[in-house]
């Protein structure tokens, strides 16, 4: 059975496109780049949010603050990084 598996000519079960991989692996290198020139008060939300998945509310609480500077930075931050990715020559979808 799993002798068939490997048969001479079956379609290949996983395909691995080496340039978009490549491509995909230089876009999270540009990214983690540029979310390191945020000032970390700015930083620190976006990854807190984006990278951890906890919301406004978990990450005030963290941070000791209430929800809206919360939500305030991570505006700024979006803002700063699509700015910066724009320069860097992303188009927005």
Do not use: N
Not at 3 to 29: I, K, L, M, N, Y
Request: charged share 30%; with cysteine; hydrophobic share 40%.
């Amino acid at each position: 059975m799993v002798d068939s598996f490997w048969r001479w000519g079956q379609p290949e079960v996983f395909s691995v496109d080496v340039a978009t991989g490549c491509e995909h692996e230089q876009q999270r290198t540009q990214v983690r780049e540029l979310l390191e020139t945020l000032e970390p008060e700015l930083e620190i939300p976006l990854v807190l949010r984006y990278f951890c998945d906890l919301d406004s509310r978990e990450i005030g609480e963290l941070l000791e603050l209430s929800d809206s500077p919360v939500r305030s930075r991570l505006r700024a931050a979006r803002k700063l990084l699509a700015a910066e990715l724009i320069k860097a020559g992303y188009e927005h979808d």
